[in-house]
């Protein structure tokens, strides 16, 4: 189960980091990724990263303003935001694929199976 944490309203120029924490399983064996849905708009990916984190992938969108990291000790992953704007605002949502065998990622809403509730972010003056 994911669950996602961190969300909230921000000024534009702001910063905020998203937390993704899984209950009943390792988080070392998956790949991770953050999508978002704004209101009337399709979900869209933000960024993911591979199992040993040492791959990550952005959208353009959001390239190099955000940054995504894991803590497997932790089991967590995080989405740190930065230089946020008011398209920004989207309600955030993680997703986890179960990797045993490769450390591959895909920045795609295809590629993951599971998904948490998300959490509401808001850029806004």
């Known amino acids: 189960q994911l669950v996602e944490s ?4 921000v000024q ?17 064996h998956y790949a991770m990724g953050w999508f978002r849905q704004a209101p009337g708009k399709e979900r869209e990916a933000v960024a993911c990263i591979n199992k040993s ?6 959208a353009d969108s959001v390239q190099g303003r955000f940054t995504i990291s894991r803590n497997n000790a932790e089991n967590t992953v995080y989405l740190q935001m930065s230089s946020l ?3 920004d605002t989207a309600v ?3 997703a986890a694929e179960f990797t045993p065998t490769s450390d591959y990622v895909l920045l ?10 998300g ?5 806004s003056s």
């Not at 959490?119 to 850029?123: D, H, S």
């Open 53 to 58: 984190g040492v791959l990550t992938l952005y």
């Open 12 to 28: 534009p120029g702001g910063s905020l980091r998203l937390s993704c924490a899984q209950s009943g399983d390792t988080l070392r």
């Open 108 to 117: 795609a809403e295809r590629y993951f199976n599971s998904w948490g509730q």
């Open 92 to 94: 955030y949502y993680c």
């Open 119 to 123: 959490t509401q972010v808001t850029v």
């Open 6 to 9: 961190g969300g909230g309203l």
């Open 85 to 87: 704007k008011p398209e």
